[in-house]
């Protein structure tokens, strides 16, 4: 059944002039916009490639529903430029950008049936009746949704409604796709779920794709890269990897995963070239790598970032499992288990506690808090990060 409804979508989408790779890239230049006296995106430069997935991940207020209703057309900025596939769209409106959304709340026509919701952006575009029921059929088998043609919206539950969304969304063969806190309305386990099979089909169809996240997690899991945004700026835009490994200031070290940042004193550069020597609070002495634009002075404060899962715990200073590093001694005060993972903090100082990973816990034996530990820090895991 699958593959039949497969093989007689398709050549009905390749005839209706839909892509199936390549895409189109998107590029905002100088882009602001002020609400009254409030600037809200503020001179935003971007470049998504054709074909990427890409996240605005930041806070809630920092612009990025504001940068995306930009690119969909529903705000025009102030000033700047948005370029879809080369074409300056700044002052098009929407139905002219060929972009099509998907929305935290859904909003699907309540009246309409899943196959007319789907169908909707094809009959504006004044498609062949024939070609929209195999086109929605299509839609709607690549979100899992075959056989719910004749219901409404009301009777799907929320994860059903929101594939609808994004069967509707699809159909049309976008040049874009933009994506608004979709799935921040949707319990975990199915939220999970749907960020892969999102992913998935973005990567089956190669639809350029801009998605509007605050979940650090989502992100990670889902982009190509993501641009991580701080009042209607850009403090960085990388890949997960760089942006968890190598983020470029203590905000985007804050906002994407746990992490352990700390103050301390530059003492000068370190064993290695691009690094320098920290002094911590309590005197440990500990080699950093410089991350960005960091270049601290000897005597000048120093944010060194210490992510919880490279750090070992070590409950006996020779411990034959814990790797070489800098030994810290402290007393725990706070052990956290989630199950897979549990949380040790580790008091040092008052200005020094250090937050510990440690992966199945349940065959360990975690210790308790007041217990004597120590923290070892392996060679190479320290960040400085730019002021
Ligand atoms: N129509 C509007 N009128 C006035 N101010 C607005 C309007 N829309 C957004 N703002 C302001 O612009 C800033 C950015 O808002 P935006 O909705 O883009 O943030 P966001 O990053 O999408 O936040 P959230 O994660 O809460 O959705 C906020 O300070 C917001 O109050
Ligand atoms: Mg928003």
Redesign the pocket.
């Known amino acids: 059944m699958t593959a039949h409804m497969r093989t007689s979508a398709e050549p009905a989408a390749r005839a209706s002039g839909a892509r199936t790779s390549g895409g189109f890239g998107v590029v905002l230049r100088g882009i602001r916009k002020q ?2 006296t ?1 600037v ?1 995106v503020d001179d935003l430069d971007l470049d998504v490639r054709p074909g990427e997935f890409l996240t605005l991940l ?10 995306l209703n930009m690119i969909a057309g529903f705000l025009t900025p102030n000033q700047g430029q948005i370029l879809l596939d080369g074409q300056d769209v700044s002052r098009q409106p929407p139905d002219r950008r060929d972009t099509a959304m998907v929305f935290q709340q859904y909003a699907l026509f309540p009246h309409l049936t899943v196959g007319q919701n789907v169908g909707y952006g094809l009959r504006m575009r004044k498609r062949r009746p024939a070609e929209i029921r195999v086109l929605v059929a299509d839609a709607l088998e690549r979100v899992g949704l075959v056989g719910r043609e004749g219901h409404r919206p009301g009777q799907l539950s929320g994860g059903q409604q929101q594939r609808v969304a994004l069967a509707r969304a699809i159909v049309v063969r976008p040049k874009v796709l933009l994506f608004d ?1 979709p799935l921040s309305n949707l319990d975990l386990k199915l939220r999970e779920q749907l960020r892969l099979e999102i992913k998935h089909l973005q990567r089956e169809l190669g639809i350029t794709s801009i998605f ?1 996240t ?1 979940d650090q997690t989502e992100a990670l899991v889902m982009s190509d890269r993501i641009a991580v945004m701080r009042e209607g700026r850009i403090e960085q835009l990388g890949s997960p990897d760089e942006i968890y490994h190598d983020p470029a200031n203590s905000f985007v070290a804050g906002f994407v995963g746990q992490s352990n940042l700390i103050t301390g004193t530059c003492t000068g550069s370190g064993p290695e070239a691009g690094e320098c020597t920290v002094r911590l609070p309590g005197a440990h002495m500990l080699p950093a790598r410089l991350v960005g634009t960091a270049r601290p002075e000897s005597g000048a404060p120093v944010q060194i970032l210490l992510r919880p899962e490279a750090l070992r715990l070590a409950t006996t200073s020779t411990d034959p499992t814990v790797p070489a590093g800098l030994t810290i001694d402290g007393q725990v005060t706070e052990v956290i288990n989630e199950g897979s993972v549990a949380t040790v903090v580790v008091r040092v100082t008052d200005a020094l506690r250090l937050r510990v990973a440690v992966p199945d816990p349940g065959g360990r034996g975690l210790p308790s808090p007041g217990d004597a530990a120590s923290v070892v820090i392996p060679p190479g895991v320290a960040r400085a990060l730019p002021n």
Do not use: L, R
Not at 58 to 67: D, H, L, M, N
């Open positions: 609400f009254g409030s809200a930041g806070p809630s207020g920092c612009g990025k529903t504001t940068t806190e509007v605050h």
